[in-house]
């Protein structure tokens, strides 16, 4: 019998085994797509607060309610999938623009003018805040402010006072400056009036005087709520630091109530130079320590009790203690934004638990995502939020591509120890890798610095502050107002300490910080996405992804500018050789340090040789000085005085109002107080050819556009020096 001989198969081209493997990719991803929906949802909120001018709420709501009817309409069509897909990224996109709006309404409340003298401010103390340059800082919920109606006092004001800082729930009276929230420090640098919006805040106060005992009627109940539980909680941070001392008490009682008046300001440059001061910050690492922390001993109870071991689920209990655990720390940490988005977090994975779920896995990341920034829609721009989730993405996401470890059998003791260290070594060292390279664009972009040797610090501390600080902050925390938590707190009290010498040996090993320029504002959403796509997309061509992530690293810098003056004028830098000439060292500090972090360039003092400074002036005495002509007085300089900065610089900036400039400062660029009460901070460039003396202005008010949070005030806080100019 003849055989049949079967034609030889062509082997496939290249274009069809590229088309077989994308399709391969694409089918890979089928439960994966809705994980894009907070993707989406959180780019809506973000778009929303990009925008210059706010736009209407019903425009958006229609907008939003379209795009969803669109979406629900197709899905009984069939379509294919692609048209699902985009459809419902769309909604999503849509509706986070949307609840972006409503959330900016729903938080409106009076922000404080800028007051051109000091004032009476009455009312009751909230909490205390972490202190200010010049002294301790409070939040107050004003009853009366003299110069404003009711109509136009701010619910909230942070003030920062003389003397010890007022606790929590007593009624004060200050005399103080007050001004709205201050604006960025130059354009495109972190918005504190855009936090402090959504915080209710509306103003803050510099007192001028002690703080005063004040008579006021009964608060509200919400007042008095708040009053009793942060009084609570100060009340707990001094026993914490009374056990152990300022030094490491500060720290333990900033991890456990968020309170930082103890902390050492040389303590905190340690900690944020070795890579180690988010374990400062209540977020998401402590909330999963503490919840697991009574999720595994509630479990070893319940187990070491057969009787009750037989009769309740041991796993089930023990979630519901960690719901328990993350609720109360929650309350004690004063539930600050971050410390809310990892309650939130850790809440859905033991509610998973609870629903016999996987706890761990990416979809209840999305979950927490989306329940986020539905209630918070503004963490979409805090640094807190988006380090927090691209961190744990990634380290979810290497959850799911770890290979499965095969049991050993019978494997002697010494053998598994080893194995066992060694394993947990090897996964400690690349998750810290994973997280670290994950939040490394976020921290560049933000913070402007990198730790060059944070991850042999964070791996040094990990098990101290996991497995000793907290755990024992959190017994010593329950256990100590029945007067029996001194042991817990001395050995989370040796856990500081030996945290804190890591820190010190690390920040100060060579080129332990290294700055980093801030990229265009554009490069971050990119890096994100990039994140983003390493994390969700399941398969090799995740790595497409990897050169977007490093977007920050990688993009070109803008060019330096040549000049900067701070928000009101009363302090200003120009740029010599790769470094900033700070014209006012001492004044505006915190805004330099930013702006120049920002532009990647060492500040330095101004020499006091080539200048002529007097009380409320300075200018240069020969050519080549310096560019720059400044009057920081309050009140206006006369026509001589004016004329002779014209003279000096081809740039001058007034912090009064000018009303006419003499013929000698024709052909040169002068700023007054009407341009920076309406644009704040500038940077300047200097157009060629230089004998022009053309440049290009970028203000701070221009790139924040005008939102609600963006009411600018007169800068009248020198917060270095004392400035009674006029």
């Known amino acids: 019998m003849a055989g049949v001989i079967a034609p030889a198969r062509a082997n496939p081209s290249l274009a069809a085994r590229a088309r077989h493997f994308l399709r391969a990719q694409v089918a890979d991803q089928t439960l994966r797509w809705r994980l894009w929906a907070p993707v989406a949802f959180g780019g809506g909120c973000a778009v929303y607060f990009a925008l210059k001018s706010e736009p209407p709420a019903w425009l958006l709501l229609v907008s939003a309610a379209m795009a969803a009817g669109l979406w629900f309409g197709a899905r009984p069509l069939a379509l294919a999938r692609a048209w699902t897909l985009g459809l419902m990224l769309l909604a999503c996109f849509a509706l986070g623009i949307a609840v972006a709006k409503l959330r900016t309404d729903a938080v409106a409340a009076p922000i404080a003018p800028a007051m051109d003298r000091p004032t009476v401010v009455e009312g009751w103390v909230i909490d205390v805040d972490s202190p200010g340059s010049v002294g301790p800082r409070v939040v107050i919920a004003p009853v009366r402010i003299q110069g404003l109606t009711p109509e136009e006092t701010p619910t909230r004001l942070r003030a920062t006072v003389r003397g010890a800082a007022p606790e929590p729930g ?50 509200p109940w919400n007042v008095r709520a708040a009053m009793a539980v942060n009084g609570l909680r100060y009340d707990l941070a001094k026993r914490i630091v009374g056990r152990l001392g300022e030094r490491t008490g500060g720290v333990a009682a900033a991890m456990t109530t968020g309170h930082e008046a103890w902390l050492d300001p040389a303590q905190v440059d340690v900690m944020r130079d070795s890579g180690l001061a988010h374990i400062l910050s209540i977020s998401g690492l402590h909330m999963a320590v503490v919840g697991g922390f009574a999720f595994f001993l509630v479990r070893l109870l319940v ?57 761990i896995t990416m979809h209840a990341l999305a979950v927490a995502a989306f329940v986020v920034l539905l209630f918070q829609p503004e963490a979409i721009v805090t640094p807190g939020f988006q380090m927090s989730f691209a961190a744990t993405a990634a380290l979810v996401a290497l959850v799911e591509a770890w290979p499965a470890r095969p049991r050993e059998i019978s494997a002697p003791l010494p053998i598994l120890i080893v194995q066992r260290a060694g394993a947990w070594l090897g996964i400690a060292i690349l998750a810290s890798l994973v997280a670290g390279a994950a939040t490394g664009p976020f921290a560049m972009q933000h913070f402007n610095r990198t730790a060059m040797y944070g991850l042999l610090a964070n791996l040094a501390t990990a098990p101290v502050s996991d497995f000793i ?46 700055t980093v320029a801030s990229a265009p504002d554009f490069v ?75 532009r990647g360039v060492a500040p330095t ?47 001058v900036s007034v912090r009064a109002t000018v009303t006419a400039l003499p013929p000698s400062c024709a052909g040169r660029l002068v700023l007054d107080g009407t341009d920076y009460s309406r644009g704040g901070a500038v940077e300047l460039w200097r157009e060629r050819p230089a004998a022009a003396n053309r440049w290009r202005a970028v203000w701070a008010a221009d790139v924040r556009g005008d939102r609600p949070w963006s009411k600018l005030g007169d800068a009248s806080f020198d917060f270095g020096v004392s400035d009674s100019g006029g």
């Open 605 to 651: 003092a101004r020499s006091p040789e080539g200048w002529t400074c007097t009380r409320f002036s300075c200018a240069p005495a020969q050519a080549g000085a310096g560019p720059l002509a400044m009057w920081w007085g309050r009140r206006a300089p006369s026509t001589e005085q004016v004329e002779a900065l014209c003279r000096s610089a081809p740039v």
């Open 469 to 514: 600080i907290m755990p024992a902050l959190a017994l010593g925390a329950v256990l100590e107002p029945l007067g029996v938590g001194a042991p817990f707190l001395w050995l989370a009290g040796q856990g500081a300490g030996l945290m804190l010498a890591i820190g010190e040996w690390t920040a100060g090993l060579p080129g332990a910080v290294r």
């Open 170 to 219: 007593q009624a004060v009276r200050l005399f103080a400056l007050i001004n709205p929230p201050p604006a960025p420090a130059s354009p495109g640098a972190y918005d504190f009036g855009r936090n402090a919006y959504f915080q209710s805040m509306g103003g803050v106060a510099f007192s001028l005087g002690e703080t005063r005992p004040a008579y006021l009627s009964p608060p």
């Open 303 to 359: 187990a070491a009790w057969p009787w009750l071991a037989l009769r309740v689920s041991g796993k089930k209990v023990a979630a519901w203690a960690g719901l328990g655990a993350v609720a109360t720390y929650l309350v004690i940490s004063g539930s600050p934004a971050p410390a809310e988005r990892a309650a939130i977090t850790a809440s859905i994975a033991f509610l998973a638990v609870l629903l016999d779920r996987q706890a």
């Open 524 to 598: 971050l959403p990119i890096a994100f996405l990039g994140v983003l796509f390493c994390c969700l997309w399941r398969g090799p061509l995740r790595w497409l992804g990897l050169p977007f992530a490093a977007a920050v690293m990688l993009w070109p810098r803008d060019p330096t500018p040549d000049l900067w003056i701070g928000d009101g004028g009363t302090n200003a830098a120009f740029v010599v050789s790769g470094q900033a000439v700070v014209m006012r060292t001492g004044v505006r500090q915190f805004a330099v340090d930013v702006w120049s972090r920002r």
